[in-house]
């Protein structure tokens, strides 16, 4: 695999090697994952523009990645381009928290990625490519939802949260991915050398230093981050005396951009929005935690799939046999796993959710499960639930999905209906 010929192109002589350009040799700072202070754990280095310095495995932007490479290739972007992070830096300061020097609360996301022009200037002014994984920013958000809760007068204007023109002031976070791998297989229960393993095969070889190079412990994996919506003030959220309304939530493009009815997903988002205005404007804090994981992390062409085989089946779109169809079609229920969900609350510095806009019951054990307190559990009010989307409330509340209310048995389940498919 290391240092074999393989093609001629372009009059260059190509090699495959599973360390090019000396990847992780002298000049690469080392990463001392977990340590409190920014410069003893070192900075992130994944650009491909100098091979020496680096000292992770991918490179940055997540799945993004391929359209920078494919932006080189077609001669639009200049190979090496080092970015100018001149007033780039956050509009909030985040942190540091206790947290940060924690190894085993944060191990998915780098807790210094949004002060690197700060932090590791010294690496900067020296010629590190050290490229920032999370960007904080303001926003004004417009929703149609908060409208309507105006006219109703759910909501009022207040001139600081909610806005005359019905817009919602927010901090806006960017969160990429940076996997620190020891602790990623200690989180799931596995060993090391079996996530390593495991990520190499699944995707098709493409990181081959994952089963050659295990003295690199950093992973930039080519997946989705995660962005975060404040409401009010960001330092409160490691407040546990301020009152945190807060809601997880995994994207589902269908319900939360086009407004499906087969979910739930818009309806609940724009529900917990609305309950974070008015907490932040009772003088709390909100937060709106939002991951791509599109269709359970399973992916929109298998979600798709699954909508056909569930109202194509024998009795039509059944709630008792809502998580068996995805089980045929992708072999198992549900991809997300939440168990790197907390990283980011605890990136925020958050120790008590008061109020946690969730059903779910994989999200409520991660949260609590990595130390965080949680107070009042928040359904989704049920004239809220699209008639089609009954087939998956009612699944989910059977399966254990947290519900003030009754759980339906088995031959209540069997009676719940989706409509059929058309066409």
């Not at 008792?320 to 790197?340: H, I, N, P, S």
């Not at 054990?365 to 009042?376: F, H, P, Q, R, Y």
Request: one cysteine or more; aromatic letters at 8%; charged letters at 25%.
């Amino acid at each position: 695999m290391a240092n074999e010929p393989t093609a001629t192109q372009g009059g260059r002589h190509i090699r495959l090697t599973s360390h090019p350009g000396q990847q992780g040799a002298t000049g690469a700072p080392a990463i001392h994952w977990g340590a409190a202070d920014a410069l003893e754990r070192g900075p992130i280095v994944g650009s491909t523009a100098s091979r020496s310095q680096r000292n992770v495995i991918g490179t940055h932007s997540g799945s993004y990645g391929v359209y920078r490479a494919l932006a080189v290739a077609a001669g639009n972007l200049t190979r090496g381009h080092r970015a100018d992070l001149t007033n780039t830096a956050p509009t909030d300061l985040i942190g540091p928290y206790e947290q940060w020097g924690d190894a085993e609360k944060i191990v998915s996301i780098d807790p210094w990625g949004a002060s690197v022009q700060h932090v590791f200037a010294d690496y900067l002014e020296q010629g590190y490519d050290i490229r920032p994984t999370i960007a904080v920013t303001k926003a004004h958000i417009h929703l149609p939802e908060i409208r309507q809760a105006l006219a109703f007068q759910r909501l009022q204007v207040d001139g600081k949260v909610l806005l005359a023109d019905s817009s919602a002031t927010v901090t806006k976070i960017a969160v990429e991915p940076v996997w620190y791998l020891p602790g990623v297989a200690r989180r799931f229960k596995v060993s090391e050398a079996d996530l390593r393993r495991a990520l190499f095969e699944e995707t098709g070889g493409m990181y081959p230093e994952l089963v050659t190079r295990s003295d690199i412990e950093v992973f930039l994996p080519p997946i989705g981050g995660q962005t975060l919506y404040i409401f009010g003030n960001p330092r409160d959220l490691a407040d546990p005396n301020v009152t945190l309304t807060a809601r997880v939530h995994d994207e589902c493009n269908g319900s939360d951009v086009f407004g499906s009815d087969i979910c739930t997903c818009r309806p609940y988002l724009t529900h917990a929005i609305e309950e974070c205005i008015q907490g932040a404007q009772a003088g709390g804090v909100g937060l709106i935690a939002y991951s791509r994981k599109e269709g359970r992390a399973l992916g929109e062409v298998t979600k798709f799939l699954v909508y056909n085989a569930r109202k194509r089946q024998e009795g039509g779109d059944r709630a008792d046999k809502y998580f068996l169809r995805t089980e045929c079609v992708a072999g198992v229920q549900d991809m997300r796993f939440q168990e790197l969900m907390p990283d980011v609350l605890h990136w925020l510095g958050i120790r008590k959710i008061h109020r946690l806009v969730s059903m779910s019951n994989d999200k409520y054990d991660a949260i609590t499960g990595s130390g965080i307190e949680v107070g009042e559990r928040v359904k989704i009010p049920d004239e809220l639930v699209p008639a089609d989307a009954k087939v998956e409330i009612e699944a989910k509340i059977a399966a254990g999905y947290f519900t003030d209310g009754t759980v339906p048995d088995a031959t209540q389940l069997a009676s719940v209906k989706g409509r059929a498919l058309e066409g």
